[in-house]
């Protein structure tokens, strides 16, 4: 190990540090280099955490050969190791090298090896920096190039989808022929960039799957890089989570033949209690391996509290098996509890089989479960004001029943019957007739409605977010296989994930991730067609309305031209008139004989 591996701080002070006043100085160091650590100035500038890293990073000239030292860091490992780091300088970073990598001057191997080195960096990366530089990141882990051993043009070969693994970001020359004798259809390649072991039991899928179920940017999700990640998850995983379905149906459907028998059978209590004490074993393998973590996820405590029903039921069956009300209280609880628990497995049909896409459970299995559970989340608010209406009630009722010696179990049960209009009012007082008048109203009218209005809004939420909730189903289930996969942990080298599969069916996979997207964007298609047809129309209606109206305006125009037309002859034959009038006559004319000479008598009536 080197000593700046061992000591860095001590290595760092033996380095020579001269303040370098102005941004030109720093600009004429762009092309420094130490050779023994492989560090840049702007390797430099982050080990000392300078906010001349903000100056240089903005100035469209600088620029640096290479972002890796020997020892495998880019200086945005070196400004994260900084206790109380600047987020400016981080920011500042983390844009330099987005851009840097994006630079077409820059070789592939360097690009690669830079990405190799922030693949570690990749749970911050989707944490903590802004959408821009997260959305640069996650563009450059993802390549769309077809280039597969030095072939650029169009390859072809079996079109199977699947995912695979290698040490290069391009597929080995044994799997691509393979490919390539066993068909002729077009393939398209993808490649995951991020440098990990790709095992399903590895920590680095572990991670992976923790860094990604806690993404709240439902965008992040639509990025192929993520939606890759996640679907080789799912496959990686599924034949465990189908493994343990197949097992906890197996106990469902034991533990509802015992009941259903209603009496003593030591060979199926024996069996019960050994798959219980299996499954509470497997219980226990999560907690190793995500500690608190595990007490935040619901199902883990509905497991939790499933086996311990199933055991205190078998012992009461053998201790004390004539206690029926204990019995009939803990057979329903197992009921509830367990058959909750066996239809969340339900979720293993989201998008798993052609079977539920051809029955149309495709979308609908796993996003009814999750807008069942959403509703239930959201009401919580909605229960405590009927518990409160209901206990208020229930204790006027027992007011008004003490006389007939009435139980406060009595009036509460009827007041819970009230809600659903279950009530007998025969008996009522006058008094009890009004309370239930009221009760009747809050409940049925203002509370109803209200209801009605939280469960709509809540299968809103679930619909649009149709693609978290979806993510989110699966890792969560993806992060109980994994837990059980690190007991059979094998050593697999670190690489890339390599897609392939249908150009056709790819590309789909990557603008469509689900049904609910399809629907929506031929929903979108045909409201955006439909638009379009009414533009057309309302545009031939304009072009129709304004050549009618320029027609008009001319028509208009000619019939003023006309009417001007005339008013000057008229207004000429009326000089005229006035000239002669004015002209000395020789001779006296009488006045009817002047008029009749001047003009004929028919003119001058028009």
């Known amino acids: 190990?080197?000593?700046?591996?061992?000591?860095?701080?001590?290595?760092?002070?033996?380095?020579?540090?001269?303040?370098?006043?102005?941004?030109?100085?720093?600009?004429?160091?762009?092309?420094?280099?130490?050779?023994?650590?492989?560090?840049?100035?702007?390797?430099?500038?982050?080990?000392?955490?300078?906010?001349?890293?903000?100056?240089?990073?903005?100035?469209?000239?600088?620029?640096?050969?290479?972002?890796?030292?020997?020892?495998?860091?880019?200086?945005?490992?070196?400004?994260?190791?900084?206790?109380?780091?600047?987020?400016?300088?981080?920011?500042?970073?983390a844009q330099f090298m987005a851009d840097h990598l994006n630079d077409i001057n820059v070789t592939s191997h360097q690009r690669q090896k830079t990405l190799d080195s922030?693949?570690?960096?990749?749970?911050?990366?989707?944490?903590?920096?802004?959408?821009?530089?997260?959305?640069?990141?996650?563009s450059l882990f993802y390549s769309t190039s077809s280039e597969q051993d030095g072939f650029k043009a169009e390859i072809f070969g079996k079109a199977i989808p699947s995912y695979t693994?290698?040490?290069?970001?391009?597929?080995?020359?044994?799997?691509?022929?393979?490919?390539?004798?066993?068909?002729?259809?077009?393939i398209s390649f993808k490649s995951i960039r991020l440098n990990w072991d790709y095992n399903p039991s590895s920590e680095d899928m572990l991670q992976c799957a923790s860094t990604i179920l806690s993404i709240e940017n439902e965008t992040y999700l639509r990025f192929p890089v993520i939606s890759h990640l996640v679907n080789h998850l799912w496959k990686s995983t599924r034949p465990v989570l189908i493994g343990l379905a197949i097992f906890y149906s197996i106990l469902m459907t034991l533990i509802s033949v015992y009941i259903g028998i209603g009496e003593r059978n030591l060979p199926l209590e024996i069996i019960i209690l050994v798959q219980t004490g299996i499954a509470v074993i497997m219980e226990f393998l999560q907690v190793t391996v995500f500690k608190m973590k595990y007490f935040m996820e619901i199902w883990n405590w509905v497991d939790l509290a499933q086996h311990f029903l199933v055991c205190a039921f078998i012992i009461t069956r053998f201790v004390d098996d004539d206690n029926a009300l204990t019995r009939g209280w803990l057979v329903a609880s197992i009921v509830i509890v367990g058959y909750s628990r066996w239809l969340s497995y339900l979720r293993l049909f989201r998008a798993s089989s052609k079977?539920?896409?051809?029955?149309?459970?495709?979308?609908?299995?796993?996003?009814?479960?999750?807008?069942?559970?959403?509703?239930?989340?959201?009401?919580?608010?909605?229960?405590?004001?009927?518990?409160?209406?209901?206990?208020?009630?229930?204790?006027?009722?027992?007011?008004?029943?003490?006389?007939?010696?009435?139980?406060?179990?009595?009036?509460?049960?009827?007041?819970?019957?009230?809600?659903?209009?279950?009530?007998?009012?025969?008996?009522?007082?006058?008094?009890?007739k009004i309370l239930t008048a009221m009760i009747l109203f809050i409940l049925s009218v203002v509370l109803l409605n209200m209801l009605i209005a939280i469960m709509g809004n809540t299968y809103d939420e679930v619909q649009e977010k149709t693609i978290f909730t979806d993510t989110s189903t699966r890792l969560?289930?993806?992060?109980?296989?994994?837990?059980?996969?690190?007991?059979?942990?094998?050593?697999?080298?670190?690489?890339?994930?390599?897609?392939?599969?249908?150009?056709?069916?790819?590309?789909?996979?990557?603008?469509?991730?689900?049904?609910?997207?399809?629907?929506?964007?031929?929903?979108?298609?045909?409201?955006?067609?439909?638009?379009?047809?009414?533009?057309?129309?309302?545009?031939?209606?304009?072009?129709?309305?304004q050549a009618d109206v320029k027609q008009e305006i001319a028509d208009v125009k000619q019939e003023t031209a006309e009417v001007r037309q005339k008013i000057d002859d008229i207004s000429q034959d009326l000089r005229l008139l006035l000239n002669i009038s004015n002209e000395p006559q020789p001779n006296h004319v009488p006045e009817h004989e002047l008029k009749q000479e001047i003009l004929p008598r028919s003119e001058l009536d028009e």
């Open 1 to 93: 190990m080197s000593a700046f591996q061992s000591n860095p701080n001590k290595e760092i002070s033996q380095i020579p540090v001269v303040r370098m006043p102005g941004i030109e100085t720093l600009l004429a160091y762009q092309d420094l280099y130490f050779s023994q650590h492989g560090w840049t100035i702007l390797h430099l500038l982050a080990i000392f955490q300078s906010r001349d890293i903000i100056k240089l990073t903005e100035d469209p000239n600088f620029k640096v050969p290479f972002l890796v030292d020997n020892y495998g860091k880019t200086p945005f490992h070196y400004i994260l190791s900084h206790n109380g780091f600047e987020f400016s300088l981080v920011n500042a970073v």
């Open 118 to 138: 922030l693949t570690e960096l990749f749970p911050f990366i989707i944490a903590r920096l802004n959408q821009s530089l997260v959305n640069k990141f996650l």
């Open 165 to 186: 693994h290698s040490e290069a970001t391009t597929l080995g020359r044994e799997t691509f022929s393979k490919l390539h004798k066993e068909g002729n259809e077009e």
């Open 355 to 432: 079977l539920t896409y051809y029955l149309y459970l495709d979308n609908l299995l796993g996003t009814l479960i999750q807008t069942i559970l959403s509703i239930l989340r959201d009401m919580w608010g909605f229960l405590i004001i009927m518990f409160g209406i209901t206990i208020g009630f229930s204790l006027i009722f027992l007011e008004f029943g003490r006389q007939e010696d009435n139980l406060y179990l009595n009036s509460l049960y009827g007041t819970y019957q009230i809600w659903y209009g279950n009530f007998d009012d025969s008996e009522y007082s006058p008094s009890q």
């Open 476 to 545: 969560s289930m993806c992060l109980e296989a994994i837990s059980y996969l690190r007991l059979f942990k094998r050593t697999s080298s670190k690489g890339y994930l390599i897609f392939y599969g249908p150009k056709q069916d790819d590309d789909n996979q990557e603008e469509l991730h689900n049904e609910w997207e399809r629907r929506m964007k031929m929903i979108k298609k045909a409201l955006k067609q439909l638009e379009d047809n009414q533009t057309n129309e309302l545009k031939k209606m304009r072009e129709a309305i």
